[in-house]
């Protein structure tokens, strides 16, 4: 059961009535809104619905609570985006009243916290503590179970742009090598050159969502666990409609598994082929004798030659339909060969390479997560904390992505988190109003606000002047 003050009510966003209320000389409160450049993003997915709702469904261990969940998590999805980390400090994201108010909460608690049990003087609505209690009682399967069920649901509900082609990969976090074994769960890989690596393994399924990635679904475990041991379970448990489209790179390559996914699941396949692969040295052998090379359609200097059915045959999987030879030189002039296949019967290989295409951009916006939110970035040891910050970190991504789908960015530079940071720091000369009567509130730019003073009673005009002196004492 919530807590709360009992005069600190949960407030609706009505425009036109809290308007009105103003002009009849009704008005509780007004704050102005202290926006980060990050700030816009959250609020997207507040208006939105889901952010709010994916918050509040977290496995909360508490069995009463003065802070409601939604609150102590939405500065952890601030931090994630903004590249802060410290779990302490987390509640000095939480600093704009419009963001408190979209939450469902009067802009107080920004100042007066949620309860009155401090005894010091208040700087925080709440202290960073908090959540570190709160995870504490948190089991590590619980927080997976909470982003593979409720998150899953929420994005396949409020992605506009779905397009039921997905994308299974894997990524490494890594540790300091003389603090892994502090590390729970934290393990140790060596790669063919002998490079020695200490951390974590992070298998994830992304659905490409108008050209950007949302991911769905995760699983963890020690860095030396094999991508597709992991992607074997983790599509398992997946919920993906029939006719799903899934693109893998090479390693994930099991003739057996992905004949069970074309014929048990219904869910087609395009990936690229190992070089020293039978289907590969037949297509070059093949390529070489017909002489029939095209040129590539999006990339210079490289051809293309398309693979036919009966070419695509192989013992240990007989369910790839469609295929294509790319040819290339390497920076050190050696020549590359990749093929391309398909289990989708009659698509063209042009079509299988702007397919696998997408893989490229979405892996240009994973490397911006692991750049801009500082994904490796792991200030505790203990595995429920590396899972939450992992997980909350992805959640930031989701809803960046989604963001910027509602702003229409198409291309690479537009996705850049950094650059939108740099191109909102310098866009707030019109802050934002927030006024409050009763239960209800509503927004205004700083100008607009103005017009309205000027047609109010004296006796409302006053009332304004109090408050102002109030917020600026």
Known sequence: ????????????????????????????????????????????????????????????????????????????VLQRLNDEHSLLLA??????????????????????????????????????????????????????????????????????????????????IHVPKHLYKKYDGAGVVTNNEGEVRYGYKVVWIQEIIDRKGVIRSMTMSPIQTHDLKLGKELIADFDFEEGALLLMDRGFLDGEWITHLKYDRKIDVCMPLKCNSEITQFAIAQAEFDNKWQPHPTREKQKICEIKKSELEWSLCQSFNSGELVRFTKKNSEEENIVFVDTRAGISGKNILATYDQRTEIEESHRQMKCFQGLEKLPSKKLVHVVFRIIM????????????????????????????????????????????????YAILNNLDFRDIILTLKKSTQMKLRKIFKELTS
């Open 91 to 172: 509640p000095y994201m939480l600093n704009s009243a419009e963001l408190m108010t979209e939450l469902g909460y009067s802009a107080r608690v920004l100042e007066e916290g949620f309860n009155n049990k401090n005894t010091y003087e208040r700087v925080t609505p709440f202290h960073g503590e908090t959540l570190k209690h709160v995870l504490l009682s948190t089991k590590v399967d619980q927080l997976f179970n909470w982003f593979n069920t409720d998150w899953n649901q929420l994005m396949k509900l409020n992605a506009p742009g779905r397009t039921r082609q997905y994308i299974i990969d894997g990524t490494e």
């Open 1 to 76: 059961m919530i807590n709360l003050f009992p005069d600190l009510p949960i407030i609706r966003h009505k425009q036109k009535e809290t308007i009105a209320n103003l002009k009849a000389g009704e008005i509780d409160d007004l704050r102005v809104s202290n926006k980060l450049p990050i700030d816009d993003i959250v609020k997207y997915g507040l208006q939105e619905n889901f952010l709010k709702d994916g918050l509040k469904s977290f496995p909360d261990p508490r069995k009463t609570f003065d802070i409601p969940i939604e609150a102590l998590l939405l500065p952890q």
């Open 393 to 440: 970190g992805t959640i930031a991504y989701n809803l960046f992505n989604l963001f910027l789908n509602s702003e229409k960015c198409s291309t690479l530079e537009d996705y850049t988190l950094k650059t939108h940071r740099q191109r909102r720091r310098s866009s707030e000369r019109n802050p934002e109003i927030i006024i409050y009567t009763g239960d209800t």
